[in-house]
Every structure is written in C-alpha cells, then in structure tokens.
C-alpha cells in the first residue's frame, strides 16, 4: 500500500531563508484575504508558480511566530503545535456565546422547562449514537434504532449492538464529567462502545498489542501509522496529564480555550489509535466528556458524527495535513471548529422544527375538551401519535424517551387513555397503548 499522496511543503531554512522572504512579511499573514489557514497542498495552485515556495515560506515565518508548542508530542518527540488566527477567535467567541448557554440561546421558540431539556437530551444523544455507530460502518435504519433505544430492546446484531454502545458512551460520558481522565477512564470507554462486537478482532477494554494498524485517507493510501503500541500507556498517561493539567491561564498556567482543549484530545486518541477497534467513538465521548466537564452544556445536544460522516475525506484530510506541516494542530482544530459551528446550525433548525411541530399540536389540543389538562410528555406523545396513527408505546420507551420512571410514563400513558386518545391491550404481563388509526378525528370531536 502507497503512502499518502498528500504533499510536503518546501522546507524553511533560516537564516538562509530570511533574505529572500522578508519583502514578503508585509503581505503575508497566516491565513490568507478570507482567514483561511491554508496547506501548501491548497495554497501552491492559488500563487503564482515562481513565487509559490518564497511565499508559503513567509507565511510559514509568521506561523512559527505565533505557534503554541503543547507537552504532548509524537512518536520522535516533537511537540504537536498550533496557532490562534482571527478568524479561529472569532468562531470561538460565536461558539462561546451558543455553547455556554441552555436551549433557549439556540431557539427561542423551545421553552427550556426541565421536562422538555431532559426529552431534548435524550432524544438527541439517540441521533448521535445512531449517526456515530453508521460512521463507523453500522448498517441499519434511524428508525429501527430509535425504537430499539426507546423500548430498550435487546440489539438483534453487531450493527444495533454498536448504535447501543454508543449511546450507552455517551451516557457514561456525561454522568463522568466531573472525573478526571485516566488510563482506566479511557479503557471504560472503550469497553463500552466495543462491548459484543467483533470488527477487527477487538477486545473491549484492551490497548492493541501489535502494529498491524493504520489509518487510510480514502484513496486506499496510508494515511498515518500510529505510534508503536509498546509505547501506548505511557502516551495514554501523557495524554490523561494534559487533560487533566489546568490550562486556564490563572495561577501562573498557560491558557488552552477549553473548545481547543477538547478538539486536541480528540486528535490525539486518533494519533495514538491505541485500540485495534472504535477509536474513533472512543475519540468523540472523550470530546464531549472534556466539553461537558468545562461547563459547555450544549454541546449534549449536538451531533458531530452526522457532519463526519458526509465529508471524511476532509476529516482525513485535516489530520494528514497536521502530520504533514510540523505537528501543526490548527488545521485540524479549524476543521473541527467548522463542524461543531455547523451542528450548531443544525440543532437550531432542529429544535425550530419540534417547537413548531409541538405549537401546532398544542394549538390544536387548546381548542379540544381536554385544554390545559395536558403536560409536555402527554401532547408530545400525541405529536407523534398524530404523525404515526399505529404506533405502540410502553411504560419502558416513553420512560427512557423522556428521563422518567416507569411509574411516571404509565401514568401519562393512562391519562391519554382514560380521554380516548390511546387505547391500551395486553401483551402478556405488559401493557402496551396503542394511538388508534383515527386520532385527529377523536382530536377533532372533542373541541370546545
């Protein structure tokens, strides 16, 4: 197999260098006219051929300038390094300002009571345990999965068995956020999103024991090979050190933005790669862990697997670049800012699309018998009784749905059937409430 394709910049040797592109330091920035931190691979074409090297050596110049050198480093001992252009500040500071915020700074048309956050969260980490399981190859439909996490019913295969690790990880993840990371932090992780599979000969819970992996780039070339694995728990102890180490800028430390903070972490378990399996959903609940555990509560609500996995050639692209310049760390981290902004994008248009779904229900339900008789859970299960006339509930999946026990789900459950809206049927010990095929009838004869 080839190695990547992906091109080595010209070298800069200074001072030899320095004669020759200090013309250039007055016109030359580290990104360029649009704030694009561009790899020479994308930069050479857009220069003129016979200034193409003095220029990308400039702008190299003023890079090395700004680095931020990290104590994490690669398998020769050079440091991993990155810089904070404008452009990064500025998609930081409008990250900060959704990130740090409740449901509410995104749509607010979505009221943010308690009841409806915990329905949000748990619908939403479903989206993204399902998104990430298809990233990495599961195949199944979004909505056989969703029922089988909302009824938590046993997975039937390998493909469902990863989509309920995943949201078991993520899970995990959040009720772990006030931990430090450790070793055995990290292989808890790994055992929960590997657990039952078989890919690659995994061993949940397991550092791999050989070197017969690599990271390809989408063309069938080697992307990267990752360190040796006699050298995994050292690294992984490294990596727990960072993570753990105060990077806030008080008391005399450096200061690392928590969003980069937690983007290096997830680039760095893909270096490592210390698993033959799931490293890539082991990558992610370290991600979110390390979002959650500073405070940024929102980032529960998005999913950055679904937007991996409509461009992985420009994931591949963004590490292999890293690689390829010096450890250099921002253009992954622009990469990664870009994605998380976009499922920013995404969450509001989702939670604009239930808030209006749930008005015209709401609506709709002021105008009946039953009025303001109704909570949340109670219209929200008419909502999707209404788009699915047929559809079974159970105390077990409006339970989970929703974070309420199960004696809380039956009574909503029951309530809809003492109105008329379900009608409910026994199989065997447990009752099931069915939405009959003529809801928006019974909805209808019952206005005021």
């Given at each position: 197999?080839?190695?990547?394709r992906?091109?080595?910049?010209?070298?800069?040797?200074?001072?030899d260098?320095?004669?020759?592109?200090?013309?250039?330091?007055?016109i030359c920035?580290?990104?360029?006219?649009?704030?694009?931190?561009?790899?020479?691979?994308?930069?050479?074409?857009?220069?003129?051929?016979?200034?193409?090297?003095?220029?990308?050596?400039?702008?190299?110049?003023?890079?090395m300038?700004?680095?931020?050198?990290?104590?994490?480093?690669?398998?020769?001992?050079?440091?991993?390094?990155?810089?904070?252009?404008?452009?990064?500040?500025?998609?930081?500071?409008?990250?900060?300002?959704?990130?740090?915020?409740?449901?509410?700074?995104?749509?607010?048309?979505?009221?943010?009571?308690?009841?409806?956050?915990?329905?949000?969260?748990?619908?939403?980490?479903?989206?993204?345990?399902?998104?990430?399981a298809?990233?990495?190859?599961?195949?199944?439909?979004?909505?056989?999965?969703?029922?089988?996490?909302?009824?938590?019913?046993?997975?039937?295969?390998?493909?469902?068995?990863?989509?309920?690790?995943?949201?078991?990880?993520?899970?995990?993840?959040?009720?772990?956020?006030?931990?430090?990371?450790?070793?055995?932090v990290?292989?808890?992780?790994?055992?929960?999103?590997?657990?039952?599979?078989?890919?690659?000969?995994v061993?949940?819970?397991?550092?791999?024991?050989?070197?017969?992996?690599?990271?390809?780039?989408?063309?069938?070339?080697?992307?990267?090979?990752?360190?040796?694995?006699?050298?995994?728990?050292?690294r992984?102890?490294?990596?727990?050190?960072?993570?753990?180490?105060?990077?806030?800028?008080?008391?005399?430390?450096?200061f690392?933005?928590?969003?980069?903070?937690?983007?290096i972490?997830?680039?760095?378990?893909g270096?490592?790669?210390?698993?033959?399996?799931?490293?890539?959903?082991?990558?992610?609940?370290?991600?979110?862990?390390?979002?959650?555990?500073s405070?940024?509560?929102?980032?529960?609500?998005?999913?950055?697997?679904?937007?991996?996995?409509?461009?992985?050639?420009?994931?591949?692209?963004?590490?292999?670049?890293?690689?390829?310049?010096d450890?250099?760390?921002?253009?992954?981290?622009?990469?990664?800012?870009?994605?998380?902004?976009?499922?920013?994008?995404?969450?509001?248009?989702?939670?604009?699309?239930?808030?209006?779904?749930?008005?015209?229900?709401?609506?709709?339900?002021?105008?009946?018998?039953?009025?303001?008789?109704?909570?949340?859970?109670?219209?929200?299960?008419?909502?999707?009784?209404?788009?699915?006339?047929?559809?079974?509930?159970?105390?077990?999946?409006?339970?989970?749905a929703?974070?309420?026990?199960?004696?809380?789900?039956?009574?909503?459950?029951?309530?809809?059937?003492?109105?008329?809206?379900?009608?409910?049927?026994?199989?065997?010990?447990?009752?099931?409430?069915?939405?009959p095929?003529?809801?928006?009838?019974?909805?209808?004869?019952?206005?005021?």
């Open positions: 197999m080839a190695k990547s992906v091109e080595k910049a010209p070298l800069l040797d200074l001072p260098d320095f004669q020759v592109i200090a013309p250039l330091l007055k920035d580290v990104t360029d006219s649009q704030g694009r931190y561009l790899h020479w691979s994308q930069l050479k074409w857009r220069l003129p051929k016979d200034q193409a090297a003095s220029i990308w050596k400039a702008i190299k110049f003023k890079r300038s700004q680095y931020k050198r990290l104590t994490l480093t690669d398998e020769a001992g050079q440091p991993f390094q990155y810089c904070t252009p404008h452009s990064m500040e500025a998609m930081l500071y409008q990250l900060v300002k959704i990130a740090g915020g409740n449901v509410g700074a995104i749509a607010d048309s979505v009221a943010s009571d308690n009841l409806q956050n915990k329905f949000l969260v748990s619908s939403l980490i479903m989206e993204e345990a399902i998104t990430s298809q990233l990495e190859g599961a195949s199944t439909t979004r909505e056989v999965a969703k029922k089988m996490l909302e009824e938590e019913r046993e997975p039937v295969n390998e493909d469902e068995r990863m989509i309920l690790n995943n949201y078991l990880l993520l899970k995990y993840a959040e009720q772990h956020k006030s931990s430090t990371l450790t070793t055995d990290i292989l808890e992780f790994h055992r929960i999103a590997t657990s039952g599979t078989t890919e690659n000969n061993i949940p819970g397991q550092f791999r024991i050989d070197n017969d992996i690599y990271i390809e780039d989408g063309d069938g070339n080697i992307a990267h090979q990752p360190p040796d694995f006699s050298l995994i728990v050292d992984i102890q490294a990596l727990c050190t960072f993570a753990n180490t105060e990077h806030t800028g008080l008391n005399g430390s450096d690392i933005h928590p969003v980069i903070k937690a983007i972490l997830h680039f760095m378990l270096y490592e790669h210390p698993f033959r399996d799931g490293n890539g959903r082991t990558a992610r609940a370290v991600f979110y862990w390390f979002m959650l555990r405070e940024y509560h929102l980032f529960k609500y998005v999913s950055i697997s679904k937007l991996l996995k409509e461009k992985p050639k420009d994931y591949g692209l963004s590490f292999m670049y890293t690689e390829k310049d450890n250099d760390l921002t253009y992954f981290i622009y990469y990664q800012l870009e994605i998380i902004t976009r499922a920013f994008d995404e969450l509001k248009r989702y939670l604009d699309k239930k808030a209006d779904e749930f008005k015209k229900i709401s609506e709709t339900l002021e105008k009946t018998a039953w009025g303001n008789k109704l909570n949340f859970i109670q219209k929200d299960l008419i909502k999707k009784a209404v788009k699915e006339p047929g559809r079974v509930f159970s105390s077990k999946a409006v339970s989970s929703y974070s309420v026990s199960v004696n809380t789900a039956r009574t909503h459950l029951e309530k809809l059937t003492e109105m008329k809206l379900f009608f409910s049927t026994k199989d065997g010990k447990t009752i099931l409430y069915i939405a095929s003529d809801i928006l009838t019974r909805l209808n004869t019952g206005k005021v």
